[in-house]
Structures are given as structure tokens and as C-alpha cells.
């Protein structure tokens, strides 16, 4: 399975989305068989904890967004992440 690196955009993580719904803001590394499982899986493994009325529908997470991260399929220096991991760039699983 290929693995992808999603990069947050510097110039949109003042955003409050990143504060609201997750809790890993720096580039990682996942296995995913599809750019968009890719995101979908990064951002539930990293999603916040929901502290709105369940009437609330908030903006999706920004690992989902393009226009807040950048995902490509790319081989991590050092070594891929297995299974259902998340590598961080510091080397450190989520």
C-alpha cells in the first residue's frame, strides 16, 4: 500500500479549525490505498474532542481540505509507517 505525506499549509494554520478540530498541526506520514483515505484517516485518528451540541455541524477537519494541506503519495526518509500508523516528521507515531 503506498504511503502519503500531508503537509499543513504555513499560511492557513492561524486558522481556528486547526485549534477546533484536530490535535497534530505538523507533516505526516500515513499508509492509505488513496490520497483521500489518506486525509480521512489522519484526520479521525487526530480529530479533537467534539465540545459542540450535536445540532452543531462544524467545518470539516483540515487534514480533509486541500486548500489547508497538501497530500502526496512520497515514500518517508527513514521509513514508512505500517498498518494504521501515523508518522510524524519527528519521527513519532500519533
Not at 40 to 69: C, I, L, R
Amino acid at each position: 500500500m503506498p504511503a502519503y505525506k500531508l503537509t499543513p499549509r504555513p499560511e492557513r494554520l492561524a486558522d481556528p479549525r486547526w485549534r477546533e478540530r484536530t490535535r497534530l498541526r505538523q507533516r505526516c506520514w500515513v499508509q492509505a490505498p488513496s490520497e483521500n483515505a489518506a486525509r480521512y484517516f489522519v484526520a479521525g485518528a487526530t480529530m479533537s474532542a467534539n465540545k459542540y451540541p450535536p445540532t452543531y455541524h462544524p467545518e470539516p477537519s483540515p487534514w480533509q481540505d486541500s486548500e489547508f494541506t497538501d497530500c502526496i503519495e512520497e515514500d518517508r526518509p527513514g521509513g514508512n509507517p505500517t498498518g494504521h500508523q501515523i508518522l510524524t516528521d519527528d519521527g513519532d507515531f500519533v
